[in-house]
């Protein structure tokens, strides 16, 4: 079992919709959870992260972190074409990023 | 420039021969990690370096991975008698510290190695 898994294929959403990727995790002991967004053939770059159970949001981006069910989303309202990207769940046994593990990710596009 | 910088961009090596690839983090950043991705999949962690200690090296696939940060900043990864399996992309990431909060990992853009 990986300690990430990111399971949907590649979402396609019209320009203003919402986008709703998941992810579950299989460490129970994890503390810090992150959402990465990476374009085609550049970096990832940190969108969101949260570490207490809830919600949390930030502009068009509200992740939710439920730990009893091992269970991390993120939800992109509004979306936009600059949104299309692959969106990568990272999680971490401690309070910052040391040794993230990654999902394998989700390709999002938006069709205007 | 501000950001985390890695040389060389691309390389493509023949199976056996050794390869080094650079990582120049951010100025004033003291964690330092490796990642390597492969094509379609997440970044997998390699190594980790506070400042010039290597913390945690769990993740090297073989013994013929070996990173250094020998003066706390400048990170080499060298990879001894490449395989075809060993063609990913590896990122380099910095941060300011340690744990915190702030949690964000500042990647760059990556050294997209070929093995032939």
């Known amino acids: 079992q990986k300690e990430v898994e990111q399971n949907s294929g590649p979402l396609s959403v019209p320009e203003g919709a919402i986008a709703s990727l998941n992810c579950t995790y299989s460490?129970?002991?994890?503390?810090?959870f992150f959402w990465y967004r990476q374009y085609s053939g550049k970096s990832p770059e940190l969108i969101m992260f949260?570490?207490?159970?809830g919600d949390k949001e930030d502009g068009r981006f509200t992740a939710q972190l439920n730990k009893a069910s091992q269970y991390v989303s993120l939800l992109i309202r509004d979306s936009q074409p600059s949104d299309s990207a692959t969106y990568l769940c990272?999680?971490?046994?401690?309070?910052?990023?040391?040794?993230?593990?990654f999902g394998k990710g989700n390709q999002v596009v938006v069709i205007p | 420039g501000a950001g985390v910088s890695q040389s060389p961009r691309y390389k493509v090596a023949k199976r056996g021969q050794d390869v080094a690839l650079r990582c120049d983090p951010i100025?004033?950043?003291?964690?330092l990690f490796w990642y390597q991705q492969a094509l379609g999949q997440g970044p997998e962690f390699l190594t980790y370096?506070?400042?010039?200690?290597?913390?945690?090296k769990s993740g090297l696939p073989s013994d013929r991975f070996f990173a250094e940060r020998p003066e706390g900043s400048v990170s080499t990864l060298k990879i001894q008698r490449t395989q075809q399996e060993d063609s990913a992309v590896y990122l380099c990431?910095?941060?300011?510290?340690?744990?915190?909060?702030?949690?964000?990992?500042?990647f760059g853009e990556g050294s997209r190695l070929t093995v032939l």
């Open positions: 990272a999680v971490s046994r401690w309070y910052g990023n040391n040794r993230l593990a």
């Open positions: 460490d129970r002991g994890s503390q810090s």
């Open positions: 990431a910095s941060s300011l510290a340690s744990g915190g909060f702030t949690g964000e990992l500042f």
């Open positions: 949260i570490y207490s159970n």
């Open positions: 370096f506070q400042n010039e200690a290597q913390l945690d």
């Open positions: 100025s004033g950043h003291v964690s």
